[in-house]
């Protein structure tokens, strides 16, 4: 899985330049940043897998029980 795809969000487009200036500055390591750049890819796949898995659940509960979702409704 391509897990860069997430450093081109606003949160991972921020630690990129947070990193940036503290490799600039030779408070960290470009070797440190890019080990903080791994950790955040799979630490954001892994919630997004997560998040998607629960919403999964709920929608087959929806479809399963469509007598339900009438009452909850109403």
Known sequence: M????YR???LGNSLQESL?????SQQITPQ???QVLLQFDK???????QRVR???N???????F??????MNW
């Open 8 to 10: 081109n969000t606003t």
């Open 32 to 34: 440190l940043a890019l």
């Open 58 to 64: 709920i929608l087959l509960r929806i479809i399963k």
């Open 54 to 56: 629960n919403r999964s």
């Open 43 to 49: 630490a954001i796949n892994s919630r997004l897998v």
């Open 66 to 71: 469509p007598s339900l979702l009438f009452i």
């Open 2 to 5: 391509a897990y860069g795809l």
């Open 20 to 24: 940036d200036e503290l490799i600039q």
